[in-house]
């Protein structure tokens, strides 16, 4: 009940208009303090997922949203990790989906997300400059992005003139995020992983490192596809 409170403070939206989730995310046995994720989500956005799905002809069994997602699957990479994790503990999460952004920082040591930003400027901010000054379709400017994106060679178009607008913008996010996340913990961070839509964008991971001073290198998910069929997907979308 006590978090239930806490919540209704600090969700936009009437307690009975959400589903709450709540899971434990890191304990400190000596302080008897604990870290939760609070996921709250409208029932409204809940029964149309489940609605889209049941149509499919599938029964919905888990909805689980993109944080909680994330945060397994750096688990288990920290797992495979252990060895590099003891003098540079804290690591950036750069998950650029299609229309939005989410920015996770990460202690190794702790295996816990120690914070979180996200902001409403994804994939989709590039491809419509592209569009905009190309008039290209949406497949070709996906095809511009994905083989010559932030390109130094000399091709026929220069799109990383019409790109540098939208990447200033995402680089203030990031730079913003990185200057809070070293005064809060006092610690450097080691580096950072790009993944998402935007980690299909040709040299944006070199464009970040140069731009944001911290070494970027873009996630290949494929490498933590464990069944056959989930490794065909990654591989299709990649």
Known sequence: SAIKYQADQLIPLP??????D??????????KKVSLLLV???LSVL???IAVVENAGLAPAVIENEASALFRLISDINETQQSQNNEFPLILFINMGYTSTSLYLYNRQLNIVLQIHN?????NIFLKDIQA???????D???LLESIGFSEQQTSYNIGKILSSPLSTIVGEIERFVVSSKSRFNTPIASALLLGEGSGIFSLDKKLSASVGISVARFDMTHYCIEIIVFDFCNNES
Not at 119 to 123: A, E, I
Not at 133 to 139: E, F, G, P, Q
């Open 133 to 139: 000054n190309l008039n290209t379709s949406d497949v």
């Open 119 to 123: 902001f409403s400027l994804g994939f």
């Open 22 to 31: 709540i899971e434990v995310l890191y304990e400190n046995k000596k302080t």
């Open 15 to 20: 307690i009975d208009q959400v589903n709450l």
């Open 40 to 42: 709250a989500s409208p």
């Open 141 to 143: 400017s996906k095809k």
């Open 47 to 49: 029964d149309k997922i």
